[in-house]
């Protein structure tokens, strides 16, 4: 059964601190892999994963997949209590018709 | 600005009612999908539509659920009757799933239904 695992399922730390949260899935015919921040409303898209190795970055976010490993980590250097927020993990598998297969999220807290 | 719009927004009703939320995709948009949401489970996936066709609603209680799209512009999702179980955040999220394409891509969300069953 295709799964999708996040790690921790929460976090504190201080503003200015390093994060990294992980995903980790076993999926069949994996094509892709989607991080979302989602504060109180609707899940915002943040990057689409697809090759390994290869880092997408925006701002102070940062994220790279390994598919031998099959995990991916999401970084946010700099922390600041905006980006407090739940943080979803989705992958996508061929065989599951194209739908994606959401992790639990991380819910990230960012103290002053 | 291109968003999903979800109505109502908040709804509170009592056991036994039918409740009716409503959802427009992005113009453009061929895939749609219902999710809820609760602190206890997460995202799940109540259905799926491409092209105005369910192609997955295996995770939509049968008996009270039923999901449809009467036009590229409109999906809807029904609950009749309504129970307290029932009480979640629901999400409409449209995408666009071009040809060729290896993957699904990025998914909108709308803002949510909010539901609350007495």
């Known amino acids: 059964e295709d799964k999708v695992v996040q790690s921790p399922l929460s976090l504190v730390v201080h503003e200015g601190d390093t994060v990294t949260l992980n995903c980790s899935y076993e999926?069949?015919?994996?094509?892709?892999l989607l991080w979302y921040k989602q504060e109180k409303k609707a899940p915002t898209f943040l990057f689409m994963l697809?090759?390994s190795g290869i880092e997408k970055k925006s701002g102070r976010l940062s994220s790279i997949l390994d598919k031998k490993e099959l995990f991916s980590i999401l970084n946010i250097t700099a922390t600041q209590t905006g980006d407090s927020a739940v943080y979803l993990c989705a992958v996508e598998g061929r065989d599951s018709n194209y739908q994606l297969i959401w992790g639990a999220g991380t819910k990230l807290i960012i103290k002053p | 600005d291109a968003r999903v719009t979800q109505t109502p927004r908040h709804k509170v009703t009592e056991m036994g009612q039918e409740v009716t939320m409503r959802c427009q995709p992005i113009?453009?948009?061929?895939?749609v999908f219902w999710y809820r949401q609760t602190m206890m489970q997460g995202l799940e996936l109540l259905a799926y539509f491409r092209n105005r066709a369910p192609l997955d609603d295996s995770g939509m209680p049968k008996d009270r659920f039923s999901a449809e799209m009467p036009d590229a512009t409109l999906a809807t999702l029904k609950i009749q009757p309504s129970e307290p179980r029932d009480s979640a955040v629901y999400f409409c999220?449209?995408?666009?799933?071009?040809?060729?394409?290896?993957?699904?891509?990025?998914?909108?969300f709308g803002e949510g239904s909010r539901l609350t069953v007495l």
């Open positions: 999926v069949t015919n994996f094509r892709s």
């Open positions: 999220a449209s995408g666009l799933r071009v040809w060729g394409q290896t993957n699904t891509g990025e998914l909108f």
């Open positions: 113009l453009g948009h061929n895939t």
């Open positions: 697809t090759s």
